[in-house]
């Protein structure tokens, strides 16, 4: 008989992923880490770690895939499907990882009889959108979704896919921004601000909302550990700032003194047509491109996660300053 409960994380490579390994062996789980043969397995060294590599894109291959991992007598008691792209060459390949691929896994799960007992998708807020500027109310787990960009469109199809099935044991979790070690996409803003660079593009009064690592990962745990089942929760650390407040903690913390400077939106508007234009031939995004500017256009990025806290007892341990100090103490 098996001791301890297994879980399976997908994108175990990546932020979120290699801390919930890290997490899932300190409670205790039995954990499968799902790479890529290119994947880094830089923070994944534990020797406990099973490491598997699934083909998303090809069912036959997964359900074989599946199929013998069930002959060998695996069971995933609990899945957290986590990878995906937050940066891809174009819609079609946000919708192939984000969507596509998290259905594959879901059917191929259902042919071969490998249905966990809790299927955690990490969505992301961006699949309801930012809330309505007018009013600037946060949206909530009751806000009708309605995404406005290719990212947060992809995630939006993935769970419309969970939802519709007749009773897979889905939880769905929208987290907003996440920041801590290992995270690559801040750290560019950290590190502009060390250097005295102060860039916001449109405005610097757009809210926006934040949730630390660790706090997610505890929270993801939570949720497998619940009775909850085809439930779907925004999560955020409950604050709400401007894109400035969250850079004067950044400067607090370094020490640093920085001119702000706003970019206009047209100016961001103008510059992200030129590059789409350019790179449309060639199939590929570039990095500031239009579903960029829909973010940074829209004011409210702002949630109001108070659906998970009731239902899970959720209480974030990490205010923003303390998860600031912590992430840069660690980079
Ligand atoms: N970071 C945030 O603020 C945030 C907020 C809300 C939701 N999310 C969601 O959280 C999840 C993890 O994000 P992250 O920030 O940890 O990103 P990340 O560091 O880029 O990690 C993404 C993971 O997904 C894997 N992956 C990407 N494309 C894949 C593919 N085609 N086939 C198989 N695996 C693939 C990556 O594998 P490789 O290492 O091989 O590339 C990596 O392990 C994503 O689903 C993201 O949408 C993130």
């Avoid at 174009?90 to 596509?100: G, M, Q, V």
């Avoid at 806000?143 to 992809?154: A, D, F």
């Avoid at 769905?172 to 690559?184: A, F, K, S």
């Avoid at 970019?263 to 491109?289: E, T, W, Y």
């Amino acid at each position: 008989m098996r001791e301890a409960k297994s879980v399976l994380i997908t994108g175990a490579s990546g932020f979120i992923g290699s801390h919930l390994v890290e997490e899932g062996l300190r409670r205790g789980y039995e954990v499968y880490a799902a790479i890529r043969k290119s994947s880094s397995r830089r923070y994944l060294t534990d020797s406990r770690i099973r490491f598997l590599e699934f083909d998303y894109h090809t069912p036959e291959a997964l359900d074989r895939q599946l199929s013998s991992l069930r002959e060998e007598g695996v069971r995933f008691d609990f899945i957290v499907h986590n990878a995906g792209v937050t940066k891809a060459r174009s819609r079609n390949e946000f919708d192939l990882i984000n969507h596509l691929y998290t259905r594959s896994l879901v059917e191929s799960l259902e042919r071969n009889g490998m249905v966990p007992d809790k299927f955690v998708f990490i969505s992301s807020l961006a699949a309801i959108g930012p809330g309505n500027p007018e009013t600037m109310q946060p949206v909530s787990d009751d806000t009708p979704p309605h995404p406005v960009e290719s990212y947060g469109l992809s995630k939006r199809a993935a769970e419309v896919f969970l939802q519709s099935t007749a009773d897979f044991p889905f939880l769905i979790l929208r987290p907003t921004g996440v920041y801590g070690p290992r995270e690559t996409d801040y750290q560019v803003v950290y590190r502009n601000l060390g250097k005295g660079f102060e860039f916001y593009a449109g405005s610097s009064g757009q809210r926006v909302s934040f949730l630390y690592i660790a706090d997610l990962v505890r929270v993801i745990y939570q949720a497998i550990e619940s009775d909850f089942s085809r439930k779907t929760w925004v999560v955020s650390d409950g604050s709400n700032y401007t894109v400035k407040e969250f850079s004067a903690r950044v400067k607090q913390i370094l020490g640093k003194k920085t001119i702000p400077v706003v970019v206009p939106l047209p100016v961001v508007h103008f510059l992200a047509s030129i590059l789409d234009a350019a790179c449309r031939p060639f199939g590929k995004m570039p990095l500031l491109n239009r579903d960029k500017v829909a973010i940074m256009g829209s004011m409210n990025w702002q949630c109001d996660p108070s659906g998970i806290m009731n239902d899970l007892g959720f209480s974030p341990r990490y205010s923003l300053e303390e998860g600031l100090k912590e992430t840069l103490s660690r980079n």
